[in-house]
Protein backbone atom coordinates (compact mmCIF):
# COMPACT_ATOMS: atom_id res chain seq x y z
CA UNK A 1 0.00 0.00 0.00
CA UNK A 2 0.95 3.85 -0.58
CA UNK A 3 0.46 6.17 1.43
CA UNK A 4 0.32 10.07 -0.58
CA UNK A 5 0.93 13.58 0.98
CA UNK A 6 0.80 17.00 -0.95
CA UNK A 7 2.27 19.88 0.03
CA UNK A 8 2.93 23.41 -1.50
CA UNK A 9 -0.46 24.74 -1.97
CA UNK A 10 -1.57 28.59 -1.06
CA UNK A 11 -2.22 31.77 -2.20
CA UNK A 12 -0.16 33.42 -5.25
CA UNK A 13 -1.08 36.04 -7.55
CA UNK A 14 -1.47 35.46 -10.94
CA UNK A 15 1.67 35.00 -13.38
CA UNK A 16 2.93 33.34 -9.73
CA UNK A 17 4.66 30.16 -9.59
CA UNK A 18 4.32 27.55 -6.97
CA UNK A 19 6.17 24.24 -6.44
CA UNK A 20 3.55 21.37 -5.28
CA UNK A 21 5.30 17.84 -3.95
CA UNK A 22 3.78 14.75 -2.96
CA UNK A 23 5.68 12.84 -0.80
CA UNK A 24 5.06 8.98 -0.65
CA UNK A 25 5.03 6.44 2.09
CA UNK A 26 7.05 2.70 1.29
CA UNK A 27 9.73 0.84 -0.32
CA UNK A 28 8.16 0.41 -3.89
CA UNK A 29 7.70 4.35 -5.09
CA UNK A 30 9.43 3.87 -8.12
CA UNK A 31 7.31 1.05 -9.19
CA UNK A 32 4.75 3.73 -9.70
CA UNK A 33 4.52 5.60 -12.38
CA UNK A 34 2.49 9.39 -10.51
CA UNK A 35 0.35 11.96 -11.86
CA UNK A 36 -1.64 15.24 -10.92
CA UNK A 37 -5.21 16.22 -11.07
CA UNK A 38 -7.03 19.21 -10.17
CA UNK A 39 -10.30 19.72 -9.31
CA UNK A 40 -12.33 23.11 -8.93
CA UNK A 41 -15.15 24.20 -7.11
CA UNK A 42 -18.38 22.40 -9.18
CA UNK A 43 -16.34 20.65 -11.52
CA UNK A 44 -14.74 17.64 -12.22
CA UNK A 45 -11.67 15.98 -11.35
CA UNK A 46 -9.25 16.16 -14.49
CA UNK A 47 -5.60 15.72 -15.00
CA UNK A 48 -3.01 18.02 -15.17
CA UNK A 49 0.29 15.84 -15.50
CA UNK A 50 2.20 12.32 -14.77
CA UNK A 51 5.47 11.02 -15.33
CA UNK A 52 6.63 7.44 -15.85
CA UNK A 53 8.39 5.65 -13.20
CA UNK A 54 11.80 6.02 -14.49
CA UNK A 55 10.77 9.62 -14.90
CA UNK A 56 11.71 9.36 -18.48
CA UNK A 57 8.35 10.58 -20.10
CA UNK A 58 5.83 12.99 -18.71
CA UNK A 59 2.94 13.78 -20.15
CA UNK A 60 0.48 16.81 -19.57
CA UNK A 61 -2.52 18.31 -20.26
CA UNK A 62 -2.91 21.03 -23.09
CA UNK A 63 -4.35 23.34 -20.18
CA UNK A 64 -0.80 23.60 -18.41
CA UNK A 65 1.83 22.16 -21.20
CA UNK A 66 4.60 24.72 -20.93
CA UNK A 67 3.61 26.23 -17.51
CA UNK A 68 4.20 23.15 -15.59
CA UNK A 69 6.81 20.63 -15.07
CA UNK A 70 6.22 17.87 -13.34
CA UNK A 71 9.66 15.76 -11.88
CA UNK A 72 10.32 13.12 -9.35
CA UNK A 73 13.26 12.08 -7.18
CA UNK A 74 12.92 8.09 -6.34
CA UNK A 75 15.61 8.53 -3.49
CA UNK A 76 13.41 10.83 -2.20
CA UNK A 77 10.49 8.57 -2.73
CA UNK A 78 8.50 12.49 -3.74
CA UNK A 79 6.91 13.88 -7.29
CA UNK A 80 7.02 17.30 -7.59
CA UNK A 81 4.89 19.75 -9.96
CA UNK A 82 6.27 23.33 -10.48
CA UNK A 83 3.81 25.65 -11.28
CA UNK A 84 5.34 28.82 -13.50
CA UNK A 85 2.94 31.71 -15.23
CA UNK A 86 -0.34 30.69 -12.79
CA UNK A 87 -3.66 31.91 -13.81
CA UNK A 88 -6.82 32.17 -11.96
CA UNK A 89 -8.46 29.13 -14.15
CA UNK A 90 -5.65 27.32 -12.47
CA UNK A 91 -7.48 27.39 -8.98
CA UNK A 92 -8.54 24.20 -7.48
CA UNK A 93 -7.30 21.20 -5.32
CA UNK A 94 -4.39 19.60 -6.54
CA UNK A 95 -4.52 15.37 -6.14
CA UNK A 96 -1.17 13.52 -6.68
CA UNK A 97 -2.11 9.69 -7.56
CA UNK A 98 0.40 6.76 -8.56
CA UNK A 99 -0.49 4.07 -10.60
CA UNK A 100 0.79 0.81 -11.36
CA UNK A 101 0.25 0.61 -15.44
CA UNK A 102 2.87 0.16 -17.96
CA UNK A 103 0.41 1.37 -20.57
CA UNK A 104 1.74 5.18 -20.92
CA UNK A 105 -1.25 6.34 -22.60
CA UNK A 106 -3.57 5.32 -19.65
CA UNK A 107 -1.54 7.92 -17.92
CA UNK A 108 -4.42 10.49 -18.69
CA UNK A 109 -7.39 8.45 -16.63
CA UNK A 110 -8.43 9.08 -13.63
CA UNK A 111 -9.46 5.19 -13.35
CA UNK A 112 -5.88 3.59 -13.08
CA UNK A 113 -4.65 5.04 -10.40
CA UNK A 114 -4.59 3.10 -7.43
CA UNK A 115 -3.75 5.39 -4.56
CA UNK A 116 -4.76 9.41 -4.01
CA UNK A 117 -3.58 11.63 -2.06
CA UNK A 118 -5.63 14.03 0.11
CA UNK A 119 -4.87 17.39 -2.17
CA UNK A 120 -3.64 20.39 -1.86
CA UNK A 121 -5.48 23.92 -2.59
CA UNK A 122 -4.12 26.18 -5.16
CA UNK A 123 -5.93 29.31 -5.51
CA UNK A 124 -4.49 32.10 -7.52
CA UNK A 125 -5.56 35.38 -7.31
CA UNK A 126 -6.40 38.17 -10.60
Not at 51 to 80: E, H, L, P, Q, W
Not at 105 to 115: K, L
Request: proline letters at 2%.
Amino acid sequence: QVQLVESGGGLVQAGGSLRLSCAASGRTFSSYAMGWFRQAPGNEREFVAAISRSGGMTVYADTVKGRFTISRDNAKNTVYLQMNSLKPEDTAVYYCAATQTLVTSWYRRMAVYDYWGQGTQVTVSS
